[in-house]
């Protein structure tokens, strides 16, 4: 039983991996908080949902709109919205996020209402046993599909230039442009890219959970509950403490009780805030308010 | 001090008489409405409590903390309960989920002096959540996920009614708005804006930082509290999907949009995002598409928001932090 939680709980942690990844990209390299990331969420879903049964198309090219879509979606509201306020107060720019995602759970309820839509599992299939552990196919796809996206951001940001200019953009933005790097663009592509990491998880997790407009808004606090367990800002923090919490979760509805799930993140966030603020792999700073 | 010129004293005048004149007409109002308008306008005035209350910590103090729906979920609750497990009578009740939000709202203070910015507004969202979470699962206190029915408020041995609630909601208001309007402008208020500035410069000034933190959540947390009791009243119902996420989230929308740091805007703020989905419930999804557009425009336009704006055409609308002397 021990294990079979560790199993679950690393599937649903790879989820969280993947918001919570989205999330620090974007904090990363704009200072932003995005509080509409749990919308990005909810609309890659829909996008999927959306070319599926209306547009009629098979899996593949829909998960392929839809992400297309996302980034689209993400690089515009940078464009559009974000960057004529670079200069507001930084409460602004929070504030911009919540006005996004109101106004993206607004669109989705105009066109579905109060309505919830499940989605078919991506692989279906019956459990895999090894042992006593059985995992489910579409389990195994998330957790291989968080592992591909933690790879390849891993050698993306280590090993790559661009990725090396990226963190120093984010660093030191003002220096950055000084030695002639185009800061907005990099910005503008990360918003894409954070948007576009959103909707991976939210379309992975689509078929486990159900479709609506509302799905969104938990995934955040369990995201913020990730990104501070791990290390607020810290992209490998993001990882651990997704997987961390993920486990978490499972070992205490496993063992203590099924009720306390729900309130895990929040506990979690307020304990680490307070014991350790800085998290397992993060650096404490507090300059940014 | 600034000298009271001639056009001050004006200013003072005139906002002084529009102010009765105001509440001269609050007082007629109920005599030209309708059963449902009145129930509006009940909601309004729970709602500008609220968006006073929040205005205290997030404008006045400069902290980014978003446990306000649960002060006002903590009033509200403490209110119903006592109503139902003690019978109590309502003013009693009242008082009770006052203090309980005031209680709840100074211990929210504790983490902000140790956490600022994009932390602390995680970690009192998650207190929020948390909350809600005891209204679900104390379900032999609290009945759990399904709420519970506030009693009936008998005066003089009738049923208030949404006529008679609005004369209490209007008292109460009144009271919030006049007691937290001093309270801003004495060395208090003053302390707030300081800390909100810069908290280093406010220290070094002799300003107890900590404490003047943990005054200010009280207070927002009493007069958010004292929200709470009204909203128990309000509908008679009490559940705890109303203080979630989004709840959270309106509030911050009533306040950013009528202006953060102006008491004018809470309640205009208020005013607008109680009305808007009333006439857009016709229609899912436009409340939030509403909502949405009208922050938009507040950011990209009046970054002050609606009170800043008004404060910056009308000398009446400015709200200062000291007391303009009263013999000029």
Redesign the interface.
Known sequence: MFFQLIVSGIAVGSVYTLVALGMTILYRSTTV?NFCHGEFFMVGAFAVVVSQQMFGWSVAPSIVFALSLMFVVGAGIERG?MR??QN??H??L???T??????L???????Y??EVIALPPLISGDPIAVGDVSVFPQDLLIIGVSLIVVVVFYYFFQRTRIGKVIQAASQTPRGASLVGINVPLLRNLMWGVGAVMGAVAGILIAPNTLVY??MG?HM??LA??AM?LGG?GSLPGAVVGGVTLGILENIVGGYVSS?LV??T???V??AV??IR?QGIMGEWR?D?? | MTPAGPSAHRVRKQRRYGLIALLVLLCLLPLVLNDYVQFVINTMLVYCLVAVGFNVVIGYL?Q?AFANAAFFGVGAYATGLSMVHFGLPYPVAMLIGTCAGGIVGGAVGL?AL??????L???T???G??MR?FYV?LDNITYGSGGFNVPNIHVFGTTLTDRGKYYVFLAAVVLGITSTSLLLRSRFGRAFAAIRTNELAAASLGIAVNRTKVIAFAWSGLIVGLAGALYAALNGRVSPDTFG??QM?MQ??IV?IGG?GSLAGSVIGAVVLTAAPELLRD???????????L??GV??FM?KGIGGLLARKFPLFRERLYREPTDA
């Open positions: 908080v919205l004529p306020l507001a107060p409460i602004s929070t504030m911009m919540v006005a996004l995602s109101y106004l759970k607004g669109v989705s309820r105009f066109f209402g109060r407009p509302d808004g955040l606090i913020f509950a501070t607020f009720s729900e309130i993140p929040y506990l966030i307020i805030l307070i603020p507090q940014r308010a | 400069g980014l983490p140790r956490v600022k910015g994009y932390y507004a995680i970690i969202l998650a207190v959540e948390l979470w699962h996420l989004s989230l911050f929308a950013v953060l229609f899912p999804g436009f409340e939030e598409i509403v909502f949405s557009l922050l938009i950011l990209f970054p």
